[in-house]
C-alpha cells in the first residue's frame, strides 16, 4: 500500500521554525539576520549551519530547478563519496597548492583522506577507466553534495561557510569544440537557473581565452553586500570584474606646449598636489609606481594619474611582486614621489599602461626630488620596453566593447563555469583513443553551482524592513492562511476548506492555526516571506470576503471567499519557475 503523506502543506503549530525575536548580533548581512530570526538556519559552529524545515524546503526547490537544467542539457547525476583519498590530490598536484582549506584527516590505518571542497580528481580517477574511446563521449555527470573548504574567515552565514551545498559538474570531451559545446550549454543553464530561482545575475568573464572568447565565466548576483566589485555595460551586455577588465581608459596631455621641460615642484609627492599645481585633471598626470618583480628585476610601471596599479594584472606580468620599500628605492637610485620614466637609472625596466600609448606629453615625475617633467614624450624623450594593461577598471570608464560608460556593482559568485582542458587528466593518465587512434588526455570543463549560497543570495536580493520576500519559485510555502480567530467559526471552518482547496490544487501552502494576537502573526508571516498570505478577519467573512496580500508589494485586495483559492492558485502557477 503507498504511504498516504502530504508534502505540500504545514501546520504552524508543527511547524519547526524557531523565530527570533531580536537581531542577532553576529550577523552583519540581511539575509544572514533574516534567516536566522525567520528561524530557517542555525550556527552549529564557525562557518557550520543547520538547515532547518523551511531553509530545507527552498534549498530542495533550489535542487530541483539544477536538476530539472542539468537533466535537460543531457547531464547525468550521480554520487561521490565524500571522502577522497589524498593520495588522488597529490596525483593531480594540489595537495600541496589547495593549502590549508583543504580539510585533511587519517583514518584508522593512518592513511590520509580529504573531505572533498571540489571533486576534478575523484572524478577523473573515476572515469579514467571508463571512458576509454572517442566513441563513449561527450560525458557530462554531476552531483549535488555537501562541500568542504576550511575558510580563513567562513563569514554572513551561508555565503561563505565551512560546510555547505554544491552542485559540481564535470564534462569530457574528445575536441576543443566538444569542450566549447559542453561548456556553452552549462554556461546556458546556469543562466536559466539564476532566472529560475529568481536571482538577478550577471555572467562575468572570469578569464579569456587565447581566440578571444571566455573560458570561465561567473555568474555575480548583484548586490551591495557581494565580495566581489564588478564593471558592466547596460548597453552591450558586458560584465567583468573589475580585477580582470581591461578598457583603455582617455587620457589628458599633461602641462606645456610639448617640449620636455622641468619644474620645480617642492614637496609635491601627490597625484593630487601635482595635478593641482599644473592645473591638470588626475588623467592628465602620469602615476609612476616602483616595484621588484618576482625574479628580481626593478620595474618602474606607469598608469594614467587618476587609476592605480592593478594587483591581479601586475602579477600576471611581474610573479610575486612587491612595491619598493623606502630602503629599496634608495638602492635603485630612486625618490618617493618624484619617481618618472625619464632619466631612470640603469637596470630598470620601464612598463606602461596602454591608456598612455598615444599620449605624447607626459607630465611626470623627474626622478629628482622636488621637481617634474612637463611634456615628455616617449620614443624622444624616453624608452618604454612594454606596454601592458595595468589599471584596475573604475565606474564611467569606457566599456571595452562598446565604448559606452561602465557601471559598477558588487556581486554575490553563485556560480562558475569553467573550461579546464587537460590539466586533470593529463596529470592524473586519463586518456582516450581517438578516431586517429591516437591516445589522449580527456579534455574536461567543470561547473559548480553554490546551492547553499544560491539561497542567501536570494534572501539578500528579496527583502524588506519586514523580512524576506521569497520569489515564488524557491519559498519554502507559496500561501499563507492567516486565520486571526483560528478557534472560532465561521473563521476556523473557512481556513480549514481553504487550506483543503489550496492543498487539492497542488500548492503549497501553511496554515497559520496558532492562537496569537494578528500582530505576531503578520510580523511572522512577513518575516518568513510567504509570497501570498491569505488572511480571514471576522469583519471581512461576515461580508464573504478574505483579504489577498502580496507579500512582494504590499498589496491587499478583498476576494470573495469561493473565489480566493482558485485565484492565488493561479497567481502561483503563474510566477513558478
Ligand atoms: P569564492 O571565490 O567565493 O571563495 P570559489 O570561486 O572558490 O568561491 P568555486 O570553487 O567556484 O568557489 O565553487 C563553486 C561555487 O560554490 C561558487 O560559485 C560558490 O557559489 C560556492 N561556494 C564556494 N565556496 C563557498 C563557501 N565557502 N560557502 C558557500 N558557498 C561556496
Ligand atoms: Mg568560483
Known amino acids: 500500500m503507498a504511504i498516504k503523506k502530504n508534502t505540500a502543506s504545514m501546520r504552524m503549530t508543527s511547524l519547526y521554525a524557531p523565530t527570533l525575536k531580536e537581531d542577532p548580533a553576529e550577523a552583519e548581512l540581511a539575509s544572514h539576520r533574516l534567516l536566522l530570526r525567520a528561524g530557517f538556519i542555525r550556527k552549529q559552529a564557525s562557518g557550520l549551519y543547520s538547515y532547518l524545515p523551511l531553509a530545507w524546503r527552498s534549498l530542495k526547490k533550489i535542487e530541483a530547478i539544477v536538476r530539472d537544467e542539468m537533466d535537460g542539457a543531457g547531464a547525468q ?19 600541496d597548492a ?16 580529504v573531505l572533498g571542497p571540489t571533486h576534478e580528481e575523484t572524478i577523473t580517477d573515476l572515469v579514467k577507466n571508463e571512458l576509454k574511446s572517442y566513441k563513449q563521449l561527450p560525458v557530462n555527470l554531476y552531483q549535488i553534495q555537501s ?23 564535470y564534462s569530457f570531451d574528445a575536441t576543443q569544440e566538444g569542450l566549447q559545446a559542453s561548456y556553452d550549454a552549462m554556461k546556458d543553464a546556469y543562466a536559466r537557473i539564476c532566472e529560475r530561482c529568481g536571482i538577478h545575475a550577471l555572467p562575468v568573464v572570469a578569464d579569456s581565452g587565447q581566440i578571444g572568447g571566455d573560458t570561465s565565466v561567473e555568474f555575480m548576483a548583484l548586490a551591495d553586500a557581494g565580495e566581489a566589485s564588478l564593471v558592466y555595460c547596460d548597453a552591450c551586455g558586458f560584465a567583468a570584474d573589475d580585477e580582470a577588465a581591461s578598457t583603455r581608459v582617455p587620457v589628458t596631455e599633461g602641462a606645456g606646449a610639448g617640449a620636455l621641460e622641468k619644474a620645480h615642484t617642492p614637496g609635491m609627492g601627490t597625484i593630487e598636489q601635482v595635478a593641482a599645481f599644473f592645473g591638470l585633471p588626475e588623467n592628465g598626470t602620469r602615476k609612476s609606481l616602483a616595484l621588484v618583480a ?81 611634456g615628455a614624450c616617449p620614443g624622444r624623450d624616453f624608452e618604454v620596453d612594454e606596454w601592458a594593461d ?45 578516431e586517429d587512434g591516437r591516445e589522449k588526455p580527456l579534455i574536461m570543463g567543470c561547473y559548480g553551482v553554490g546551492i547553499s549560497r544560491t539561497l542567501t543570495a536570494a534572501v539578500e536580493q528579496h527583502n524588506d524592513e519586514h523580512g524576506i520576500v521569497w520569489p515564488v519559485s524557491i519559498a519554502p510555502f507559496e ?64 461580508r464573504g470576503v478574505v483579504e489577498l496580500k502580496d507579500r512582494a508589494t504590499g498589496e491587499r485586495e478583498d476576494v470573495p471567499v469561493e473565489e480566493v483559492a482558485a485565484k492565488v492558485a493561479a497567481l502561483v502557477e503563474a510566477a513558478r519557475a
Open 98 to 113: 589547495y593549502g590549508p582549506e583543504l580539510m585533511r584527516f587519517d583514518d584508522r590505518h593512518g592513511r590520509e583522506f
Open 294 to 374: 618576482e625574479d628580481g628585476t626593478r620595474v618602474v610601471a606607469i598608469v594614467p594619474g587618476d587609476h592605480e596599479l592593478n594587483d591581479v594584472k601586475a602579477e600576471h606580468l611581474f610573479g610575486e611582486y612587491h612595491l619598493m620599500s623606502d630602503e629599496e628605492l634608495e638602492q635603485a637610485g630612486l625618490h618617493k614621489g618624484f619617481i618618472g620614466p625619464v632619466g631612470l637609472p640603469a637596470g630598470i625596466r620601464l612598463v606602461c599602461d596602454e591608456s598612455l600609448r598615444e599620449s605624447t606629453s607626459w607630465t611626470c615625475g623627474a626622478n629628482e626630488v622636488d621637481y617634474h617633467f612637463t
Open 390 to 434: 595595468l589599471i584596475t577598471v573604475v565606474a564611467g570608464d569606457p566599456c571595452p566593447h562598446c565604448g559606452r560608460p561602465l557601471a559598477g556593482a558588487r556581486g554575490i559568485e553563485v556560480s562558475q563555469v569553467f573550461q579546464l582542458g587537460t590539466k586533470y587528466s593529463e596529470a592524473m593518465g586519463a586518456t582516450f583513443m581517438d
Open 77 to 95: 547525476e550521480l554520487m561521490l563519496p565524500i571522502m577522497v583519498d589524498a593520495e588522488l590530490w597529490r596525483e593531480s598536484g594540489r595537495h
Open 479 to 542: 500561501v499563507a492562511i492567516i486565520p486571526l480567530d483560528p478557534k472560532k467559526e465561521p473563521c476556523a471552518g473557512v481556513a480549514e476548506r481553504l487550506f483543503d482547496e489550496l492543498v487539492a490544487a497542488g500548492i503549497e501552502t501553511v496554515m497559520d492555526d496558532r492562537d496569537e494576537r494578528p500582530g505576531v502573526k503578520f510580523a511572522d508571516n512577513d518575516l518568513m516571506g510567504f509570497p501570498y498570505q491569505i488572511i480571514l478577519g471576522r469583519r471581512g467573512l461576515e
Open 147 to 169: 562541500k568542504f573548504r576550511d575558510e580563513i574567515r567562513p563569514r554572513f552565514g551561508l555565503m561563505r561557510s565551512r560546510e555547505f551545498i554544491m552542485k559540481d559538474g
